[in-house]
């Protein structure tokens, strides 16, 4: 069976350096590693994003294209991210309008939930005449029984390479071997597969799989790619140079080549090490310990803290925030916690959000909390509406804090937040101002687990709605009022999680004495 060696190490080692690879630096890495035989070559990602900081080989546009000297028998290809097209107003013919004649083949990256919806694109790929390979993602997150569904599907589409790849890098080698079994029965084309090295097994793995019916592997130089890295191209070739798997007679990779890269190896520090070994063992996506080790003040101890923080969050899938949340929530405070029970004084609270409808309302709700003598809290930014005395301000995202900080130093309302989410230098400005805060905790879980404490709540993530309601939840009060919680329609691709949330606080402690004074969207009874 045929070996396809297909070098990525511009396109995921631009992970490293924002694709910011200059023209001469790819021609001399094209020229030089052409001379190993390696006769595929992913050059980078095609995108239509609109960022100067994006380098040349992450976007691949005409510009980039026309300037490279493709060695002779070297197809060049790029990645597409399917998400960045699927359910967006643009095709993936967007992506080629004046390219030129360069690019031979596109790999269209794919998660599980977007299998079903790249039809389209891979069509308009082969009509176009590309060899087209879809790259399915987080293999290890999907069910064995699905994998034969997503064969069958893309079957019909008459897709050239299924290539499927250990994003989180937590596979074993008896794992490959299943996994490339599975794909071996259900699709009888050619197969590949996209290794990371978190274990220090990218290499073993790509073997397992190769010996078990796989015939497509990634690899690149000196392993450089997204955290960990993946399977080395030079260790590759060499360890198959003598071997009976060396069919296409691939040839060691030239020492300028290594040297080339071991400057960027430096520079940005890729490979295995024990931060991502746990990370492949916690299922962490690699770039959130990427971001982590690339600052450089970060001590060993506060790693693992971060790191061990991350576990116990939804990380599969890298959310920028998430890394916000471990640098402010994991911070020890000797801050006093601050008891809703003792706060609330009032059976009945107000939950003010910052809808439209409120401002329609606003006389008619400023009498009802009269009348009513209601607590009101105004949620994050919401203006004092109702000129009234007996009110709070209650926020909890840590973004939002960081965004709102000015709004926040310069208000004197008294501020019920979760503290250990305050960024440092925000939180010294606040003690500045003798700004008054009432600490009511807040920890993240993954598991969509909701507590509530005397002083403290567990949220699956810091959703004000969510936050406002365990508060007043803890404070033990007989009604709670919302307001300007307009919500979406179903359809409407802004909607949130709000109505979730509101449904597992309703059932999990069995409220049913939650009341819009708005109109709301949101299915309160």
């Not at 090490?273 to 770039?287: F, L, Q």
């Not at 809290?377 to 909890?396: D, E, G, H, M, S």
């Not at 709102?404 to 010294?428: R, T």
């Not at 949220?459 to 309601?469: C, F, N, Q, R, T």
Request: hydrophobic share 35%; glycine share 6%.
């Amino acid at each position: 069976m045929k070996l396809n060696i297909l070098d990525c190490s511009l396109r995921d080692g631009g992970y490293y350096n924002n694709w910011n690879f200059s023209i001469s630096f790819v021609n001399k890495y094209l020229h030089l590693l052409s001379k190993s035989n390696i006769k595929y070559i992913e050059i980078g990602f095609k995108s239509l994003i609109n960022d100067k900081e994006i380098g040349l080989a992450g976007k691949c546009d005409d510009k980039f294209l026309v300037k490279l000297n493709v060695p002779k028998g070297v197809n060049l290809g790029v990645m597409i991210n399917s998400s960045d097209f699927i359910n967006k107003p643009i095709n993936v013919s967007d992506f080629f309008k004046t390219t030129s004649d360069k690019i031979k083949f596109v790999r269209l990256a794919t998660h599980e939930g977007d299998i079903l919806k790249i039809g389209k694109a891979i069509t308009w790929l082969k009509n176009n005449g590309y060899i087209v390979a879809v790259n399915i993602m987080q293999i290890s997150e999907i069910k064995f029984n699905q994998i034969r569904v997503y064969c069958d599907y893309l079957k019909k589409l008459n897709v050239d390479i299924l290539y499927f790849a250990d994003s989180l890098g937590c596979l074993k080698p008896n794992d490959i071997k299943i996994i490339s079994k599975i794909f071996k029965k259900n699709w009888h084309g050619d197969i590949g597969i996209h290794a990371h090295d978190n274990f220090g097994l990218a290499l073993k793995n790509t073997k397992i799989a190769y010996q078990n019916g796989v015939n497509w592997v990634d690899s690149t130089i000196l392993g450089m790619g997204r955290g960990p890295g993946n399977t080395k191209t030079e260790s590759l070739i060499s360890s198959i140079s003598k071997s009976k798997f060396n069919t296409c007679k691939y040839k060691n990779i030239k020492n300028e080549l290594i040297i080339l890269f071991k400057i960027l190896k430096k520079k940005y520090r890729w490979g295995t090490n024990k931060y991502y070994h746990y990370s492949g063992k916690k299922k962490i996506h690699p770039t959130y310990i990427q971001e982590i080790l690339a600052n450089r003040n970060n001590s060993k101890k506060e790693i693992f803290l971060m790191i061990k923080g991350l576990a116990k969050l939804n990380v599969k899938k890298y959310n920028p925030f998430n890394m916000y949340f471990i640098h402010n929530f994991l911070k020890k405070n000797n801050y006093a916690e601050a008891i809703p029970k003792k706060i609330l004084n009032n059976e009945k609270i107000l939950i003010v959000g910052p809808g439209k409808t409120v401002y329609n309302m606003k006389e008619r709700i400023k009498s009802f909390i009269i009348n009513e003598k209601l607590t009101v809290l105004y949620t994050n930014k919401v203006p004092n509406l109702f000129n009234i005395k007996n009110y709070f301000r209650i926020a909890c995202h840590p973004l939002r804090l960081l965004t709102d900080s000015a709004f926040y130093i310069k208000s004197k309302d008294p501020l019920i937040v979760p503290v250990a989410s305050i960024p440092k230098k925000i939180f010294n400005k606040f003690k500045k101002k003798n700004k008054k805060l009432l600490n009511f905790g807040l920890k993240l879980n993954k598991k969509n687990i909701f507590k509530v404490g005397k002083s403290n709540c567990s949220l699956p993530e810091p959703l004000i709605i969510g936050y406002s309601l365990c508060f007043a939840i803890s404070a033990n009060v007989k009604k709670i009022y919302i307001a300007g919680f307009d919500g979406f329609k179903k359809d409407d691709p802004y909607n949130d999680t709000t109505q979730k949330v509101i449904n597992i606080i309703k059932k999990k402690f069995s409220i049913n004495y939650i009341n819009s004074l708005t109109n709301t969207y949101y299915k309160l009874k």
